[in-house]
């Protein structure tokens, strides 16, 4: 009887994992930019859910199916990045627009930055989520569909049947809203 021996396994296995790299690299590559719009970014989620990939690969059941498997550890590192940022700041999260007055860029202090600044963080996100509920329902359902759950324009557009030109103005008006009572808020903290 032949005994089993993990580095023999391995090595079979290995232009499989070559193989498969290769085969679906490139794809891989582009599912992510369609996704995330800084090409770096990109190429970061890319290499980590290859590694992750190589890391599984050794691990004695192998993955089943590669190609699906690579692309669902992709979402997840894409919702990841996505939820890391979040924290951090809030601002274009697909790149499907490209204009200032769309933009809001909250710039949070970090949350273990001591007692003032998690003051401040406290203060800022309660002032968000007041002037949020101040929105009107289109508005506000707009501006937390893309901002916060960072989809897209155009599938909002699909699911509302509402055209991309109308969520754009409707995100553009939250946006000026929402600046305006923040403003406030920011100003307050300074003083």
Known sequence: MESWNPNLKMAERNPDLTLTIQRERSRLLNFIRRRVPDRMDAEDILQDVLYSFIEAFRLPNPVEHASAWLYQVARNRIIDRFRKRREERLGDADGNYDGADTRLDLTLPSADGGPDAQYARQALMQALQQAL????????????????????????????????????????????????????????LGN
């Open 133 to 188: 509920a101040e929105l009107p329902e289109a508005q506000r359902a707009v501006f937390i569909a893309h901002e916060i759950e960072g989809r897209s324009f155009r599938d909002l557009s699909i699911e509302a049947n509402t055209s991309v030109n109308t969520l754009l103005a409707r995100k553009r008006y939250a946006v000026i809203h929402l600046r305006s009572r923040l403003r406030a808020a920011y100003d307050e």
